[in-house]
């Protein structure tokens, strides 16, 4: 059992949202998974340790960090759903790598709709040349899905706001230069939607470590890593947004880029999984046939197919919904969630169907039943979704980001027009 490599074509049923652009994506994709991905995969595999730099290297040579960095800030501004078409291929490979290429796609979604003009000309260029790397730092010890819960303090002291806290499960915190931290900016009794702001902290700051790297479960070589924040200076205009726009960055952030991202993993992990499982059914002689021939076992491949076509049309619907501007945050929400739990049960059927054969220490089918359950968590967890998608199902949600966000973004680029030395309020 080896890793899936060989290059598929998109099925057509995505003709309607692929343009050529993206096809031409894919192919690269593809062959870049093939060529330069798939032969570091036992080696990251084996060493669980380690991060991995030299595919976030290639990936950056490639400029595939710039790809939802509008063009004024030196990226390509391909939009959603070339990045969910880079992520989900690469996944297919390495879910690793695809982790990677994605956890810095959900900082630049949040600079995009809040940082102001000077703020993007700062912190965008080094993310489009792979230089400058960013992580989304939310979640804390005691604060995971209960963002009203978080612990880090941001005091003002002269020019500057000071920092203390920590924060865990950072994805990128060992390949970063900076962060982009949520910290408590109000007493307690301030409503969280008010209580929160987003600080942009550079890597070398004083005061700030990253703890060594633990591996997890699953995606070897991704880094998801504790910072520790001792009394870090951050200057005025490393604020982004609003002082208590916070929350509305972290959540606006999360159902927008974090939501499609981990459905575009879970969906290139199901590919694999499917991809294996049909090779490894057809090649298994029984009776007169292979097993695949089995009324049962057909029948299973049936449902496992029935999963992956609805995942990848939830999946890729979604982000054509957010590049067209229309509101999506069901879409993007319930792709997450049902991309994850479809590729688990896909890949338990693909382990039950392998018997034996599933269980080598070594093989493509132990890596994707790790690497599946780290796409629970991240975005929310399977929980969470329900819960905003009883909201949406009882008319009891906010607005959609997906509709605010563009409301949002206008207003940066109108403060930032109008007053352009302006420190933010
Ligand atoms: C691979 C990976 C990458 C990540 N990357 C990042 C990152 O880049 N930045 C970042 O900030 N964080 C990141 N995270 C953290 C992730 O966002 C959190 O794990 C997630 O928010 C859940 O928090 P928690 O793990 O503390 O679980 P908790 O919130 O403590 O939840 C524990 C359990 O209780 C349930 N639960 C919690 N609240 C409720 C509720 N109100 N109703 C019903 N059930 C509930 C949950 O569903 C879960 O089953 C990452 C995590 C992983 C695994």
């Given at each position: 059992m080896t890793t899936t490599v060989e290059p598929t074509a998109p099925p057509p049923a995505l003709s309607t949202i692929l343009n050529p652009g993206h096809l031409r994506l894919w192919s690269e994709a593809d062959a870049f998974a093939a060529e330069e991905v798939a032969p570091h995969v036992a080696r990251m595999e084996a060493a669980p340790g380690q991060v991995e730099r030299e595919i976030t290297d290639l990936m950056a040579r490639r400029r595939w960090f710039a790809l939802t960095v509008p063009r004024q800030y030196?990226?390509?501004?391909?939009?959603n759903v070339a990045k969910t078409v880079l992520i989900h291929r690469l996944a297919r490979v390495s879910a690793a790598s695809a982790a990677i290429l994605q956890a810095t796609h959900i900082p630049v979604g949040a600079l995009l709709g809040y940082a102001t003009h000077e703020q993007k000309m700062r912190w965008l260029p080094p993310v489009a040349e792979g230089s400058g790397l960013l992580t989304i730092a939310v979640t804390e010890p005691e604060a995971g899905g209960h963002?009203?819960?978080?612990?880090?303090m941001a005091v003002h002291d002269g020019a500057d706001w000071v920092l203390n806290g920590s924060k865990i499960h950072i994805g990128n915190s060992h390949l970063a230069t900076a962060h982009l931290v949520i910290a408590r900016t109000a007493p307690d009794g301030v409503r969280t939607s008010q209580a929160l702001t987003a600080f942009l902290v550079e890597a070398d700051s004083e005061g700030l470590t990253v703890q060594p790297h633990r591996p997890a479960?699953?995606?070897?070589?991704f880094s998801a890593g504790r910072l520790e924040l001792a009394d870090v200076r951050v200057p005025e205009?490393?604020?982004?947004?609003?002082?208590?726009?916070g929350m509305d960055i972290a959540q606006s952030s999360s159902i927008l880029y974090g939501r499609p991202n981990l459905a575009a993993i879970s969906l290139g992990v199901h590919d694999a999984a499917m991809e294996s499982t049909v090779s490894f059914l057809q090649a298994r002689h029984r009776y007169d046939g292979s097993l695949a021939d089995i009324p049962a076992v057909h029948q299973r491949i049936g449902a496992m197919a029935s999963r992956l076509g609805a995942a990848r049309t939830l999946a890729y619907l979604a982000v054509h919904l957010l590049d067209q501007g229309i509101a999506c945050d069901t879409e993007l929400i319930n792709a997450k969630y049902l991309g994850h739990r479809y590729a688990a049960r896909s890949v338990q059927d693909a382990m039950e169907l392998h018997a034996?054969?599933?269980?080598?220490?070594?093989?493509l089918l132990q890596r994707l039943l790790r690497d599946i359950q780290c796409t629970y968590a991240p975005a929310g967890t399977g929980m969470i979704q329900l819960l905003r998608l009883a909201d949406d199902a009882l008319g009891i949600s906010p607005a959609p980001w997906s509709e605010r966000l563009t409301t949002a973004a206008e207003a940066t680029w109108a403060r930032s027009d109008s007053d352009l030395n302006a420190t933010p309020a």
């Open positions: 030196g990226g390509l501004g391909a939009g963002i009203g819960g978080m612990e880090t479960i699953g995606l070897r070589g205009d490393n604020v982004v947004g609003k002082v208590g726009q034996a054969q599933g269980l080598d220490g070594t093989g």
